[in-house]
């Protein structure tokens, strides 16, 4: 059963920085395209990062410059580092891994991780 398992969120002060986690088990790891979401109390679900299985990342522009998105393929895993946080990066942070194979698509969900970002 594919599994992702998010780690790293916690309370941080404004100016701060952070390194979530995703480890995923019982999948090829390197065959799934992976991405960090986020959401905030009353608000939608946003992408914040992605990686795709190649290595080629994306990203929205409000953590542009802050935020580095990265993966370890031998260890199942895909890291987000948050640099110089601000009170609106708050939010419960989800891993995603998605992947297409033929007409198939399958996407996977952690259970997610809360950041909060405080004087």
């Known amino acids: 059963q594919v599994q992702p398992v998010e780690s790293g969120g916690g309370l941080v002060q404004p100016g701060g920085s952070l390194r979530l986690s995703c480890e995923a088990s019982g999948m090829i790891f390197s065959m799934y395209d992976m991405g960090w979401y986020r959401q905030a109390p009353g608000k939608q679900r946003e992408l914040v990062a992605t990686?795709?299985?190649?290595?080629?990342?994306n990203y929205t522009d409000s953590v542009k410059a802050r935020f580095t998105i990265s993966r370890d393929n031998a260890k199942s895993t895909v890291y987000l580092q948050m640099n110089t946080l601000k009170p609106e990066d708050t939010a419960v942070y989800y891993c995603n891994a998605a992947m297409t194979l033929g007409r198939y698509d399958y996407t996977y969900w952690g259970q997610g991780t809360q950041v909060t970002v405080s004087s």
């Open positions: 990686i795709t299985k190649r290595g080629s990342t």
